[in-house]
Protein backbone atom coordinates (compact mmCIF):
# COMPACT_ATOMS: atom_id res chain seq x y z
CA UNK A 1 0.00 0.00 0.00
CA UNK A 2 0.88 3.58 -0.14
CA UNK A 3 3.43 5.19 2.11
CA UNK A 4 3.92 9.02 2.96
CA UNK A 5 6.39 10.25 4.58
CA UNK A 6 6.24 13.85 6.24
CA UNK A 7 8.96 16.42 7.77
CA UNK A 8 9.71 18.06 9.47
CA UNK A 9 7.60 16.58 12.59
CA UNK A 10 7.77 20.44 14.12
CA UNK A 11 8.52 23.01 12.59
CA UNK A 12 8.87 26.66 14.72
CA UNK A 13 9.47 30.15 12.82
CA UNK A 14 9.57 33.49 13.55
CA UNK A 15 6.28 36.13 11.85
CA UNK A 16 6.80 36.85 8.76
CA UNK A 17 9.75 34.06 7.63
CA UNK A 18 8.59 31.46 5.23
CA UNK A 19 7.93 27.84 6.18
CA UNK A 20 8.81 24.49 3.93
CA UNK A 21 7.27 21.34 4.61
CA UNK A 22 7.78 17.99 2.37
CA UNK A 23 6.28 14.88 1.77
CA UNK A 24 7.18 11.61 -0.15
CA UNK A 25 5.11 9.04 -1.32
CA UNK A 26 5.41 5.41 -2.70
CA UNK A 27 2.53 4.41 -4.78
CA UNK A 28 2.71 5.48 -8.49
CA UNK A 29 -0.88 5.35 -8.59
CA UNK A 30 -1.72 8.48 -6.64
CA UNK A 31 -2.48 11.07 -8.23
CA UNK A 32 -4.04 13.43 -6.19
CA UNK A 33 -2.30 15.59 -3.43
CA UNK A 34 -4.30 17.55 -0.94
CA UNK A 35 -2.66 19.61 2.46
CA UNK A 36 -4.69 19.83 5.17
CA UNK A 37 -4.58 22.06 8.35
CA UNK A 38 -5.68 21.16 11.41
CA UNK A 39 -6.31 22.87 14.50
CA UNK A 40 -6.63 21.84 18.15
CA UNK A 41 -10.10 19.79 18.37
CA UNK A 42 -11.21 20.41 15.04
CA UNK A 43 -11.42 18.53 12.08
CA UNK A 44 -8.62 18.96 8.98
CA UNK A 45 -9.25 21.33 6.50
CA UNK A 46 -7.99 21.55 2.81
CA UNK A 47 -5.94 24.21 2.34
CA UNK A 48 -4.25 23.55 -1.07
CA UNK A 49 -4.35 20.74 -3.33
CA UNK A 50 -2.47 19.32 -6.74
CA UNK A 51 -3.24 16.87 -9.46
CA UNK A 52 -0.79 15.41 -10.80
CA UNK A 53 -0.51 16.93 -14.70
CA UNK A 54 0.48 20.04 -12.51
CA UNK A 55 4.13 20.87 -11.58
CA UNK A 56 3.18 23.73 -9.14
CA UNK A 57 -0.04 25.65 -7.57
CA UNK A 58 0.05 29.28 -5.86
CA UNK A 59 -2.72 30.56 -3.41
CA UNK A 60 -1.77 33.60 -2.49
CA UNK A 61 0.44 33.19 0.38
CA UNK A 62 0.16 29.34 -0.29
CA UNK A 63 2.43 27.14 -2.83
CA UNK A 64 2.43 23.59 -3.22
CA UNK A 65 4.97 21.81 -5.73
CA UNK A 66 5.12 18.30 -6.96
CA UNK A 67 7.56 16.26 -8.49
CA UNK A 68 5.52 12.82 -9.79
CA UNK A 69 9.05 11.38 -10.99
CA UNK A 70 10.83 11.82 -7.75
CA UNK A 71 7.85 10.91 -5.67
CA UNK A 72 7.41 14.10 -3.51
CA UNK A 73 5.86 17.18 -3.00
CA UNK A 74 5.92 19.63 -0.60
CA UNK A 75 4.26 22.95 0.84
CA UNK A 76 5.28 26.71 1.16
CA UNK A 77 3.93 29.04 3.29
CA UNK A 78 5.61 32.87 2.98
CA UNK A 79 4.92 35.76 5.58
CA UNK A 80 3.90 33.45 8.18
CA UNK A 81 1.56 34.67 10.56
CA UNK A 82 0.93 33.68 14.38
CA UNK A 83 -2.85 32.32 12.94
CA UNK A 84 -0.75 29.85 10.68
CA UNK A 85 0.10 27.92 13.84
CA UNK A 86 -1.70 24.60 13.42
CA UNK A 87 -0.69 20.77 12.21
CA UNK A 88 -0.51 20.74 8.41
CA UNK A 89 -0.69 17.18 6.91
CA UNK A 90 0.09 16.27 3.45
CA UNK A 91 -1.63 13.39 2.01
CA UNK A 92 -1.84 11.52 -1.53
CA UNK A 93 -4.60 10.42 -3.23
CA UNK A 94 -5.21 7.20 -4.97
CA UNK A 95 -8.37 6.06 -6.81
CA UNK A 96 -11.34 3.89 -5.78
CA UNK A 97 -14.62 3.39 -6.71
CA UNK A 98 -15.35 7.15 -8.18
CA UNK A 99 -13.53 9.28 -5.23
CA UNK A 100 -9.75 9.38 -3.88
CA UNK A 101 -8.57 7.41 -0.83
CA UNK A 102 -6.18 9.55 0.65
CA UNK A 103 -3.51 7.90 2.52
CA UNK A 104 -1.80 10.66 5.29
CA UNK A 105 1.45 11.66 6.29
CA UNK A 106 2.06 12.12 10.27
CA UNK A 107 1.58 15.76 10.71
CA UNK A 108 3.99 18.65 10.90
CA UNK A 109 3.28 21.54 14.11
CA UNK A 110 3.82 24.17 13.00
CA UNK A 111 4.45 27.44 15.06
CA UNK A 112 4.55 30.85 14.13
CA UNK A 113 6.29 32.92 17.03
CA UNK A 114 4.82 36.94 16.84
CA UNK B 1 -24.83 26.94 6.11
CA UNK B 2 -24.29 24.11 8.45
CA UNK B 3 -20.75 21.75 8.14
CA UNK B 4 -20.73 18.09 8.84
CA UNK B 5 -21.50 17.38 12.36
CA UNK B 6 -20.75 14.51 14.43
CA UNK B 7 -22.14 12.83 17.30
CA UNK B 8 -21.13 12.36 20.50
CA UNK B 9 -18.44 14.58 20.68
CA UNK B 10 -16.72 12.56 23.25
CA UNK B 11 -17.56 8.39 24.10
CA UNK B 12 -15.79 6.82 26.98
CA UNK B 13 -16.72 3.42 26.98
CA UNK B 14 -15.58 0.33 29.30
CA UNK B 15 -13.64 -2.48 27.17
CA UNK B 16 -16.19 -4.74 25.67
CA UNK B 17 -19.17 -2.41 24.94
CA UNK B 18 -20.37 -1.22 21.73
CA UNK B 19 -20.62 2.06 20.57
CA UNK B 20 -22.39 3.70 17.73
CA UNK B 21 -20.84 7.15 16.09
CA UNK B 22 -23.06 9.28 13.82
CA UNK B 23 -22.16 11.27 11.01
CA UNK B 24 -24.42 14.08 9.42
CA UNK B 25 -22.93 15.17 6.14
CA UNK B 26 -23.78 17.95 4.73
CA UNK B 27 -26.96 18.35 2.61
CA UNK B 28 -26.52 16.89 -0.72
CA UNK B 29 -23.02 15.49 -0.66
CA UNK B 30 -22.59 12.19 -2.10
CA UNK B 31 -20.02 11.10 -0.92
CA UNK B 32 -19.06 10.08 2.89
CA UNK B 33 -15.88 8.73 4.22
CA UNK B 34 -14.66 7.49 8.18
CA UNK B 35 -10.87 7.88 9.12
CA UNK B 36 -9.06 6.96 12.44
CA UNK B 37 -6.96 9.48 14.10
CA UNK B 38 -4.55 8.26 16.91
CA UNK B 39 -3.09 11.21 18.72
CA UNK B 40 -0.36 12.65 17.54
CA UNK B 41 -1.21 10.92 13.78
CA UNK B 42 -2.37 11.70 11.01
CA UNK B 43 -6.25 10.76 9.72
CA UNK B 44 -5.98 6.91 8.64
CA UNK B 45 -8.75 5.61 6.37
CA UNK B 46 -11.56 3.11 7.18
CA UNK B 47 -14.19 3.04 4.41
CA UNK B 48 -16.04 5.41 2.06
CA UNK B 49 -19.31 5.58 0.74
CA UNK B 50 -21.18 6.84 -2.27
CA UNK B 51 -24.84 7.19 -1.34
CA UNK B 52 -25.81 4.14 0.55
CA UNK B 53 -23.31 2.05 -1.38
CA UNK B 54 -19.91 1.29 0.52
CA UNK B 55 -17.70 1.06 -2.16
CA UNK B 56 -14.41 0.77 -0.17
CA UNK B 57 -14.11 -0.65 3.51
CA UNK B 58 -10.45 -2.02 3.07
CA UNK B 59 -9.30 0.35 5.93
CA UNK B 60 -11.57 -1.31 8.59
CA UNK B 61 -9.16 -3.06 11.09
CA UNK B 62 -11.45 -5.82 12.34
CA UNK B 63 -14.65 -7.52 11.64
CA UNK B 64 -15.87 -5.39 14.68
CA UNK B 65 -16.37 -2.11 13.19
CA UNK B 66 -18.65 -1.79 11.08
CA UNK B 67 -20.31 0.84 9.13
CA UNK B 68 -23.86 1.81 7.44
CA UNK B 69 -25.35 4.49 5.08
CA UNK B 70 -28.77 3.04 4.44
CA UNK B 71 -30.29 5.98 3.01
CA UNK B 72 -27.38 7.67 1.66
CA UNK B 73 -27.21 10.65 4.19
CA UNK B 74 -26.58 9.92 7.87
CA UNK B 75 -23.69 7.74 8.47
CA UNK B 76 -23.34 5.53 11.69
CA UNK B 77 -19.92 3.71 12.63
CA UNK B 78 -20.41 0.63 15.07
CA UNK B 79 -17.28 -0.75 17.21
CA UNK B 80 -18.30 -4.23 18.86
CA UNK B 81 -16.71 -5.38 22.07
CA UNK B 82 -14.24 -2.12 22.18
CA UNK B 83 -10.78 -2.46 23.29
CA UNK B 84 -8.33 -0.14 24.97
CA UNK B 85 -6.44 0.12 21.30
CA UNK B 86 -9.88 1.63 19.70
CA UNK B 87 -9.13 4.84 21.97
CA UNK B 88 -8.78 7.37 19.04
CA UNK B 89 -11.05 10.55 16.97
CA UNK B 90 -13.04 9.15 14.75
CA UNK B 91 -13.17 11.66 11.56
CA UNK B 92 -16.19 11.64 9.07
CA UNK B 93 -16.07 13.55 6.08
CA UNK B 94 -18.14 14.46 2.74
CA UNK B 95 -17.86 15.70 -1.05
CA UNK B 96 -20.18 16.96 -3.28
CA UNK B 97 -20.39 14.59 -6.93
CA UNK B 98 -17.70 14.99 -8.91
CA UNK B 99 -15.08 16.94 -6.44
CA UNK B 100 -12.11 15.90 -4.70
CA UNK B 101 -11.91 17.98 -1.67
CA UNK B 102 -13.09 16.59 1.32
CA UNK B 103 -15.06 18.63 4.56
CA UNK B 104 -14.36 17.15 7.39
CA UNK B 105 -16.48 17.35 10.86
CA UNK B 106 -15.25 17.94 14.01
CA UNK B 107 -14.82 13.91 15.11
CA UNK B 108 -15.71 11.86 17.85
CA UNK B 109 -12.72 11.31 20.42
CA UNK B 110 -13.21 7.85 22.22
CA UNK B 111 -11.82 6.69 25.01
CA UNK B 112 -11.89 2.97 26.28
CA UNK B 113 -11.31 2.54 29.45
Known amino acids: GENVEQHPSTLSVQEGDSAVIKCTYSDSASNYFPWYKQELGKGPQLIID?????GEKKDQRIAVTLNKTAKHFSLHITETQPEDSAVYFC?????????????FGRGTSLIVHP | GAGVSQSPRYKVAKRGQDVALRCDPISGHVSLFWYQQALGQGPEFLTY????????KSGLPSDRFFAERPEGSVSTLKIQRTQQEDSAVYLCASSPRGAFTEYFGPGTRLTVT
Open chain 2, 49 to 56: FQNEAQLD
Open chain 1, 50 to 54: IRSNV
Open chain 1, 91 to 103: AASRPSGGSYIPT
